[in-house]
Each structure stands twice: as structure tokens, then as C-alpha cells.
């Protein structure tokens, strides 16, 4: 049997001592949730600090970019700023490509393997953090809605 709560943890190479320590404190929360039955199965992996879109045969963090994305236009949501993707000019080559500089921190939640949230990704509220997404794992509140994960704007506004 499939296990029915998957966290895909994407972590970026080559960061500074306090991101490699928030880091280290998701991988920390994730083993508690997994301890604790939340999630079934947490699977880490690690990208590179950017990538283009040049080769796609021999990037293998690019379909894992497609599908997020895939997500976030499906929710009607973005990876910005989280992820910054912009047009890239090489002057030396006088090619075009576009770059993607990723988190230092990624999860990709899933259902029965079906992708239900990206973090961290912004709506047109606020932003919605890695933290924000373990939070709501802690409290066994998460669903396959986007919007079950406040967002940070959400959080700070007051209530009627």
C-alpha cells in the first residue's frame, strides 16, 4: 500500500550557516511529523542553487519545477517569490534562456501521490512560508485546498 501523506523535501546546495540551520530544523519537524503519524513518508532531495532552461535532458530538477508550477497555475497561485525565474542574456553566446534561483527550503505535499500544496508559493493575500505549511501539519489541519494554510497576511489580520 501507497503511503497516504508524502512530503517531498527539496533543500538547496551550497547555503549559509543560518539557511543550512532552518534547514536542518524542517528535516527536524518533518522526522517528529513522520514519528508521529502525520506523515507517512518524507523523501529529501537536494538542487542546485539555480538552474536554466538550456538542457532539459540533463536537468533533473526541471520536471520537478514543471510539475510545482503545473500546481501553482492550477490553484491560482505563484512560486514568486520563493522561486525567482526571470530572462537571461548571454553576451558571449548571444543566447536567451531563462533562470529559475530556487528556495532554500521546498515541500511539495501530496495525497495518495496526487500534489495538494507547494511551499512555499504566494496568493494575491500574502505569502505562504515552509513554516507556515509545518504548522499546519503539526495541528492535523492540512487538506488538499491550497487555502487550508493561512497565509502570513491572513495570520496578521485582525479578525471581525
Known sequence: ?????????FLRNSV?????????VTRSRLR????AGVVDEVRVDTWANRTT???RNENRSLPVLDELQAWADEHGVRLTPGFDSH???CGFTGRDFRTTVFPVVCLAVYEHDELVGVYPHSTDTGSVSVADC???LEAGALTAAPESVATATDRDRPTP
Open 87 to 89: 530572462d537571461t542574456h
Open 53 to 55: 532552461d538550456t538542457d
Open 32 to 35: 517528529s511529523l513522520q514519528s
Open 16 to 24: 549559509p550557516f543560518h539557511a543550512k540551520a532552518r534547514q536542518l
Open 134 to 136: 509545518l504548522s499546519v
Open 1 to 9: 500500500m501507497e503511503p497516504s501523506t508524502r512530503v517531498d523535501v
